[in-house]
């Protein structure tokens, strides 16, 4: 059965903070991994990492695939209150239905 | 990005009763339609697959003939909760998965609807 794992399941950091959010996956058929940021409505699109593509940064984001190690991580660098979310980490494997882990509550206090 | 919307945002309906969702790709063809479902603070759900003009594969504990979905286009997916009841109450998000300008094959999440059954 196909696993996506997240840690931590939340999390409480000072604005200006770095954080490192986690993701592992036991999946058949791997064909990406996906990073979304889900505040009150549907998940928006962060990252997509694949085998072709392992690392990705945008502004204070960036996230890194590490395909012997079944993992992804996703960086948030200088924090903002802003940022303060729900992470999901999803796989898409065979078929491309998104597998999702349960998230990261991310709250960033002024 | 990609633009995928859903009708209604927010629907309350009594129970025994039949409620509508629809998802339409807006400015791409979806090949591919996912419906999932968000219980609070849980996370995304798969519920099923449909493909353009054909049967929807549901997942395993979903009930194909409470939660019927059509797909009858490559730009709108519905999904019908038949005979509600309070514990379908739930957050219901499609995504849309098709070739874009911009990403080819990339999956795009519409806004989702809020569910609930009295």
């Known amino acids: 059965e196909d696993k996506v794992v997240q840690s931590p399941l939340s999390l409480v950091v000072h604005e200006g903070d770095t954080v490192t ?8 058929n791997f064909r990406s991994l ?7 409505k549907a998940p928006t699109f962060l990252f997509m990492l694949t085998s072709s593509g392992i690392e990705k940064k945008s502004g204070r984001l960036s996230s890194i695939l590490d395909k ?3 993992s992804s991580i996703l960086n948030i660098t200088a924090t903002q209150t802003g940022d303060s979310a729900i992470y999901l980490c999803a796989v898409e494997a065979s078929g491309y ?9 991310l709250l960033v206090t002024p | 990005g990609a633009v995928v919307s859903q009708h209604p ?3 309350i309906c009594k129970s025994g009763t039949s409620v509508k969702i629809e998802c339409r790709s807006l400015d791409f063809q979806a090949t591919t339609m996912f419906w999932y479902r968000q219980f609070p603070k849980q996370s995304l759900m798969l519920m099923a697959t449909s493909n353009e003009g054909s049967k929807a594969t549901y997942e395993q504990g979903v009930e194909k003939d409470k939660f019927l979905i059509n797909h009858a286009s490559l730009t709108l997916s519905t999904l019908t909760v038949t005979s509600a009841h309070p514990e ?5 998000i499609c995504s849309a998965r098709g070739e874009t300008r ?13 569910l609930t059954v009295t």
């Open chain 1, 21 to 28: 959010l986690n993701c592992s996956y036991e999946v058949t």
């Open chain 1, 34 to 40: 996906l990073w979304y940021k889900q505040e009150k």
């Open chain 1, 68 to 70: 012997k190690e079944l």
């Open chain 1, 97 to 105: 239905a998104l597998n999702f882990g349960k998230g990261t509550s």
């Open chain 2, 9 to 11: 945002s927010r629907v």
């Open chain 2, 88 to 92: 379908d109450s739930s957050f219901y």
């Open chain 2, 102 to 114: 911009g990403s080819p094959y990339e999956q795009y999440f519409g806004p989702g609807t809020r």
